[in-house]
């Protein structure tokens, strides 16, 4: 499953509700870039963030 490196956010579950409050399963993605960091040695990592 798919999580932020730096807070650790990943995919929530819950219900959707329609105006009769029927409930159906639906799911809520964090907003992830993969973006591309230098670590102390100086080699570059590709890294999810949100």
Known sequence: MAECY?????TIFG???SH????TRRTWKSNLQTV???D???KIIKVKVS
Request: glycine content about 12%; proline content about 0%.
């Open 15 to 17: 219900n959707k509700r």
């Open 40 to 42: 102390e040695s100086g």
């Open 6 to 10: 730096v807070t650790g956010k990943k």
């Open 36 to 38: 591309r960091i230098k």
């Open 20 to 23: 009769a409050l029927n409930a």
